[in-house]
């Protein structure tokens, strides 16, 4: 199949309740979907603008895509997954960075090449898993609050929580305690600092969670993306796993991450990756080094969260997941997909990412 155009369009879908995080606070998906045309059928992606995260605005993203991307790769032809490196190594050179705009176009050209092929995308990456279980998110906000969050998200059949910290400092192990209390010992418990403590506040915190028992299956991202040292200090000093978030976007973060053992696990994001294909360098090279993988994703809606849910489905290193997306959106505008039922993603079986409508492109 041959590359005719690419069209982008702005989707807003209002979240259920704010999303809040040491970062920032969101209130809806606005994100910018993309709509790969070819002589054989359309293939869809996403791309959410998270500037704090990425640098990736909804501007970016689009002049990214219009004004770099699809005259560098239209005429291009779409056979097998080679071919996708072939287009994927022109996408890459057309522009630096703006990772977030080059995922939304990679995940479209693998679901175009899964189309072609005739097999969703998870088995034309060669996976067979049928279902993925996510975590969900627990916004940063006052500790009643929280745990009253939290105790809903396992009334909803949750068994995995990931608790947003990083604002308080100390007074997070309040949090964190009085969650476990609520939810009881057999829920496990995930905290995401998102970079908001320094090297010894980090150290203090995530000790004294050791010493009352809290039970923590990982901390994520407790110090800056770049504060390499502070990572590989606080993971050399402590009991509790840690989880490197903004701190690895490439393959090339990874490699040097792993090399020094600066932290127990990677989370890989589409967005930060810039797709698929740089994320499966990622999984390469985590299997090489022994490092399991996290999937997780932006503030996204259903299209960019299935294309990672593919991903995961199909990499045995990917053994966590956080795709909590859809879930936090108040509706899911698309037909077809995998079908995100609580803490249960089930893959689908038609043929790609599975998205068969997408309303946005029908105007
Ligand atoms: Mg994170």
Redesign the pocket.
Known sequence: MKILNIRTVEVNIPLITPFKTALRTVNSVNDILVCIETDEGEGYGEAPPTAVITGDTKGSIKCAVEEFIAPSIIGMEITDLESIDEIMKTVNASIIKNTSAKAAVDMALYDLCGKKNKLPLYKLLGGNKKEIETDVTISVNPIDEMVKDSIRAVEDGFRIIKVKVGKEGLKDVARIEAIRKAVGKDIKIRV?A?QGWDRQQSIRIIKTMEDIGLDIDLV??PVKAHAFEDLYYITKNVNTKILA?EAVFSPEDAERLIRYHAADYI?IKLMKTGGINEALRICRLCEKGNVECMI?CMLESKISVSAAAHLAASQAVITMADLDGPCLCSEDPYDGGPAFDGPRIIMPEEYGIGIVRVPQFEN
């Open positions: 995401d998102n994520e991202q978030d989370n997780g």
